[in-house]
């Protein structure tokens, strides 16, 4: 039997190929790579446009394969940025290649970077990651790769995959502990070891360092503005409201996603989907979506171990929770820094969206609050923090047709 349901996997792919229609890889009015709207006019036949383009095709993958393997947040969030890295670089190198006179195939490079990266965080899977690039390669022709090399495209792609990961081994990523735990009033406290204590060692990808943006003190313990935001969690916690908790659940899991940014990457897919980019526009945009999360995590997981502040249920015992309380420090929210960058980034690619997907990231905020599990303060911080990150990453991005550097 085939793993993680390669079958269908495969078939939706076949599906793909065939039901492409012949629409023109620049068929996207971008105006650049450098934090610039790629919106074009939402077109009727966007759906079937998407149906070419192997970077959303292996994002879904992805997806399918979080769900099948549940992944820490923090692990969640690296595995996408990694591998829409490789997809990006991936078709930049295919894009300036030539393979004995052929151009190599973009969506090829993004099929091979994508196996060897999904191979090497899902190893079981290896075998049915690569019969679905064979399953790419032996499908019809996708409309903007007429006369180009899947070899070479392959090639390109999984020698890209390879650089990604040989990188990524050495990002000081880990869920190690052996970090001193202080002891006061005010102060954090489990019997269990905090939850990735050391995230803020990582390698960021656009920041300068981890407390680049760090967010100034919370409240003090024990002062008004502590008690005053202590006591609207409570007040919240005695009195839910049925939306106010169908809301705390939803963004547990939303979308069904055990690792929310797989929710996120659904959301980004499905614009890449209405405004028709083509293949190296998507793939910029989800590369600078979730490098930019991989950033806002690691800077709150910074300020959550610089100021270690407890819970709102371990500072008054009596808040009921409608939801699980992670285990780490409160200040500040990582939903609200995490899906906050998430959905400036793609408010900024997609400006006449992005009001809304602000609302989303605003929801994803309050959703803790109304669980039980965090201060509006958290959540304010949470949402600023993401703000300073998505415009650094913005003013940070590449230009024009340039790879993003492999550190």
Not at 160 to 188: K, M
Not at 309 to 325: E, F, K, Q, V, Y
Request: proline share 7%; charged share 15%; hydrophobic share 45%.
């Amino acid at each position: 039997m085939r793993s993680f349901s390669t079958i269908s996997l495969l078939a939706r792919a076949a599906t793909a190929a065939v039901g492409v229609i012949a629409v023109s890889a620049c068929a996207d009015s971008a105006t650049g790579l450098s934090g610039a709207s790629v919106e074009a006019s939402p077109s009727r036949d966007a759906v079937q446009f998407n149906k070419a383009l192997a970077t959303v095709a292996w994002n879904a993958v992805a997806r399918d394969l979080t769900k099948k393997y549940p992944l820490a947040q923090q692990a969640g969030v690296r595995l996408f940025a990694y591998l829409s890295l490789a997809q990006y670089d991936a078709v930049i190198a295919a894009e300036d290649g030539k393979d004995h006179g052929e151009h190599p195939s973009p969506a090829a490079a993004v099929a091979g970077a994508s196996a060897e990266v999904l191979a090497a965080q899902f190893p079981a899977e290896a075998a049915a990651l690569n019969a679905l690039v064979s399953a790419q390669a032996s499908s019809p022709t996708w409309p903007g790769n007429a006369q180009k090399s899947f070899a070479g495209g392959e090639a390109i792609g999984r020698a890209i995959g390879q650089r990604i990961l040989t990188s990524e081994a050495s990002d000081g990523f880990t869920a190690a502990g052996g970090v001193p735990i202080p002891v006061c009033p005010g102060c954090w406290f489990s019997a269990a070891p905090p939850v990735f204590p050391r995230l803020a060692e990582m390698r960021p990808f656009f920041l300068t360092s981890a407390s680049q943006f760090r967010p100034p003190p919370p409240p003090a313990f024990g002062s008004p503005a502590f008690l005053a935001a202590l006591a609207e969690v409570r007040q919240i916690a005695d009195t839910r409201t049925p939306e106010q908790d169908s809301i705390a659940k939803f963004w547990v899991a939303p979308g069904g996603y055990v690792v929310i940014h797989s929710y996120t990457n659904n959301v980004a897919t499905d614009l890449i989907t209405e405004f028709h980019l083509n293949e190296r526009r998507a793939a910029h945009a989800l590369a600078l979506l979730n490098m930019a999360a991989m950033d806002a995590f690691i800077a709150s997981h910074e300020a959550k171990y610089t100021y270690w502040l407890l819970r709102p249920s371990m500072a008054d015992p009596g808040i009921t929770l409608a939801i699980g309380l992670p285990n780490h420090p409160s200040y500040p929210s990582n939903h609200a820094a995490v899906t906050g960058v998430s959905m400036a980034v793609l408010g900024a690619l997609f400006p006449s969206r992005a009001d809304k997907l602000w609302g989303r990231a605003e929801q994803a905020g309050i959703s803790r609050i109304y669980g039980g599990i965090h201060y509006r303060f958290d959540m304010d911080a949470g949402l600023t923090l993401a703000r300073h990150v998505a415009d650094w990453a913005i003013a940070h991005d590449v230009i024009g047709h340039e790879p993003f550097p492999i550190k």
